[in-house]
């Protein structure tokens, strides 16, 4: 199997991370739970985490991270601990349900929110943020790229304006943790939300939030933390604060070997070699007469990733194909991003994504372009 199907989870895993899994697996007690040597051991490597996390993200340190299962899990946690009744919000038509469906239970209880609207190819205009901020406006919630079409937003634009108008900015960095630079202070980043299992190549069940000292965040969950028992209330202090119940500790070491390997690497490097053969796909493939392609490709800077589809034949069969007959992961459907597919006229077509990593070859981003222009000739007969 050719795995183009990176921006739903990466595969495979390092080995790295399979190692450092498999030996907490073995090794690691509950963090927090005790004193004895294996509760010890899996409380240091998470603290350890917890600073490669805010080295990342350029964070205020290890206290201000948060870990949980997923980033949709981590956008519930900043959205609903951060936002209210009465509040106003402003996002994008770019998101996915992760984040609009927190917004609009928040809009069933009284918030109010706007979105910028993005076009048929996809495209939002920022300048269009003066336009919806009102006097109650509390917070900018947005992705840093499209999982549809991969274009990336500017978020030192949007942490200006956030910044200028004293608003908070909730940045769902589901694509591009590890890939894309976030430099929370630079970028004005009041939180910033981060899975492990994608981009990082990490395992999945991990993920988290990363955010300022000053803010207040109310707990999502509440429950055992392994300290003050007693209080009837959930612990004040953070990370306490946000993590109620045993931690994925031995998850948490996957991702801990993961971020080693980045940080060691650096963001550009990841980005760089994956973008290649994003754009070498494209590339070849944008001639083909019958193609759709979504996003803007006059940039390089974008999360590599390809969405497609072969005139109005449904994406889903044509995702079928290229499995079936010719060994390619692909992502067909809605992406989980309702309203840009509504935006780019899909949502009864879908759209077929192809996405890379950094294990990915050349040779095997050949083989999709081959499988693509043989069923954009078959289609066409």
């Known amino acids: 199997m050719i795995y183009l199907d990176n921006a739903a989870t ?10 450092a899994v498999v030996k907490a697996m073995t090794t690691f007690g509950n963090v927090g739970r005790g004193t004895h040597d294996e509760a010890l051991a899996a409380a240091r490597l998470i603290y350890e985490t917890r600073a490669q996390v805010a080295q990342l993200f350029h964070g205020p340190g290890p206290e201000q991270v948060a870990f949980t299962a997923n980033s949709t899990e981590a956008l519930n946690i900043a959205i609903f601990g951060l936002l209210g009744t ?16 927190p917004l609009y239970h928040l809009m069933e209880k009284g918030a109010t929110v706007d979105f910028l609207q993005a076009d048929r190819k996809g495209q939002i205009n920022l300048q269009d943020l003066e336009k919806l901020l009102k006097p109650n406006t509390k917070a900018v919630v947005c992705t840093h790229a499209s999982n549809v079409t991969g274009d990336v937003v500017d978020i030192k634009r949007v ?4 910044a200028a108008h004293n608003l908070l900015f909730i940045l769902d ?16 980043l009041a939180v910033v939300c981060f899975t492990g299992h994608k981009s990082l190549l990490g395992p999945q069940g991990t993920g988290g939030l990363c955010f300022r000292k000053d803010l207040s965040i109310r707990p999502w969950k509440r429950g055992g933390t392994g300290v003050q028992s007693f209080l009837p209330t959930q612990p004040l202090a953070y990370p306490t604060r946000l993590e109620a119940g045993t931690l994925n500790s031995h998850g948490l070491a996957g991702l801990h070997a993961a971020l080693q390997l980045r940080l060691q690497a650096g963001v550009d490097n990841y980005r760089q070699q994956e973008t290649v053969l994003a754009r070498y796909f494209y590339e070849q493939i944008v001639q083909i007469p019958q193609i759709k392609l979504y996003g803007d490709f006059s940039t390089t800077f974008r999360a590599p990733l390809v969405t497609l589809n072969l005139g109005d034949t449904d994406a889903a069969w044509v995702s079928d194909e290229l499995s079936q007959r010719f060994g390619i992961a692909t992502r067909p459907g809605a992406h989980c991003a309702p309203r840009l597919h509504r935006a780019l006229g899909t949502v009864e077509q879908g759209a077929v994504r192809f996405s890379w990593s950094i294990n990915n070859t050349r040779a095997e981003t050949q083989a999709a372009i081959t499988a693509v222009q043989t069923l954009a000739k078959e289609l066409a007969l």
């Open 10 to 19: 990466s595969l495979p895993k390092p080995p790295e991370v399979i190692e």
């Open 86 to 101: 009465g509040d106003h919000i402003i996002s994008t038509d770019l998101e996915h349900n992760s984040v609009l469906r």
């Open 159 to 162: 942490g200006a304006f956030c």
């Open 173 to 188: 960095a589901s694509q591009t943790a590890g890939v894309f630079p976030i430099d929370m202070v630079a970028d004005h």
